[in-house]
């Protein structure tokens, strides 16, 4: 059981370059997410997905777009970087059933755009 | 819109002393998820309680310890006998659950616990 899986775990962009964050769960999870987290600031959501098919913005969906591709997957694709999406990306899923349960956490995805 | 404040930044302690960490937060529901994660050095975030809105009991869990209080809303996250494997970042978050995606978390920007041997 590898809980949630993150693709890669490293990475140095350049602006205006483009790419793709993976992620994925074997937890069987409806509920799957993005957050971004920059020093001092918490950790904020960048969308989330209830189920496969759908997708909702966040608090910081600016510059970002994600896929549901499965129950699985759920990417995250910045289509034009710029250096302010600097930061460390977690995915995370969790269960639903009315009531907010805890969110399982990939182990991140350090990005860097110079 | 919900919201939470953990206002120390950074706390350092010395081993075996016990550490207490706030957590304020704001919300117009009445019925809501409270949580607290870790995330020490190595960067993975650790779920360590959850709490809804109509238990107020105090839990105990070995050597950590929380403190529900809604008369003024604050969810306090104590760790008893610190050790140096406690130096993290612990994150206080808060989830209503009456809206749609209701697994929505808004997370505190978190207190770093230095322990000092």
């Known amino acids: 059981n590898a809980g949630v899986t993150q693709t890669p775990k490293f990475q140095v962009l350049k602006t205006g370059q483009s790419m793709t964050l993976q992620c994925a769960q074997d937890?069987?999870?409806?509920?799957m997410y993005w957050y971004r987290q920059d020093p001092g600031m918490g950790l904020r959501l960048i969308y989330y997905?209830?189920?496969?098919?759908?997708?909702d913005k966040g608090e910081v969906p600016n510059g970002y777009n994600v896929s549901r591709l499965n129950k699985r997957e759920f990417s995250l694709r910045l289509e034009s970087a710029a250096p302010s999406q600097t930061s460390v990306y977690f995915c995370?899923?969790?269960?639903?059933?009315?009531?907010?349960?805890?969110?399982?956490f990939g182990p991140g995805t350090r990005l860097t755009v110079t | 819109a919900q919201k939470v404040t953990q206002a120390q930044t950074e706390i350092s302690v010395v081993e075996k002393e016990d550490v207490t960490l706030d957590c304020v937060y704001e919300?117009?529901?009445?019925?809501?998820?409270l949580f607290w994660y870790k995330q020490p050095p190595s960067g993975e975030l650790v779920f360590l309680i959850r709490?809804?809105?109509?238990?107020?009991q105090n839990e105990i869990s070995g050597r950590y310890s929380w403190n529900f209080q809604k008369s003024t809303s604050s969810f306090n996250f104590t760790i008893t006998a610190s050790q140096v494997v406690d130096s993290a970042v612990y994150f206080c978050?808060?989830?209503?659950?009456?809206?749609?995606?209701?697994?929505?978390?808004?997370f505190g920007k978190g207190n770093q616990v230095v322990v000092i041997p």
């Open positions: 995370a899923s969790s269960e639903d059933g009315g009531t907010p349960y805890e969110q399982y």
């Open positions: 937890m069987n999870h409806n509920s």
């Open positions: 997905s209830a189920s496969e098919g759908t997708t």
């Open positions: 919300t117009r529901d009445t019925t809501y998820y």
């Open positions: 709490r809804n809105s109509f238990d107020e």
């Open positions: 978050a808060l989830s209503e659950a009456a809206r749609e995606g209701n697994n929505r978390l808004a």
